[in-house]
């Protein structure tokens, strides 16, 4: 059975930095898509930032230049390093994870299977 386990979640101040990281246990990992989305109250659940087992990986327009997305093989993690901490970045942030998400799909929360979850970030002003 797959698992996926965030952490790092918190409460900071706007312009803070935090990382949050993804245990992903039970299956593959090197096989895995891995991803972070977010929600925030009130609003739909948005894509973050994406990489796969080649660790190319790509970043929503709204993150570019403040958060980067990495992933350590060897310990079966994923990151989330956000910098600039934004009030507009409160949400819960889940990580995400499949073995068979097609390129064009990679942005959409349908199509990852593994979900954590879910860590709070609050960015207050």
């Known amino acids: 059975q797959v698992q996926l386990v965030e952490s790092g979640g918190g409460l900071v101040q706007a312009g803070a930095s935090l990382r949050l990281a993804c245990e992903v246990s039970?299956?593959?990992?090197?096989?895995?898509?891995t991803a972070w989305f977010r929600q925030a109250p009130g609003k739909e659940r948005e894509f973050v930032a994406v990489?796969?087992?080649?660790?190319?990986?790509a970043h929503a327009d709204f993150v570019k230049g403040r958060f980067t997305i990495s992933r350590d093989s060897a310990k079966n993690t994923v990151y989330l390093q956000m910098n600039s901490l934004k009030p507009e970045d409160t949400a819960v942030y889940y990580c995400?994870?499949?073995?068979?998400?097609?390129?064009?799909?990679?942005?959409?929360?349908?199509?990852?299977?593994?979900w954590g979850q879910g860590t709070q970030v609050t960015v207050s002003s």
């Open positions: 990489t796969n087992r080649y660790r190319q990986a």
């Open positions: 995400v994870a499949d073995a068979n998400v097609i390129f064009s799909s990679r942005r959409t929360a349908a199509a990852y299977k593994h």
């Open positions: 039970g299956g593959a990992f090197m096989s895995y898509t």
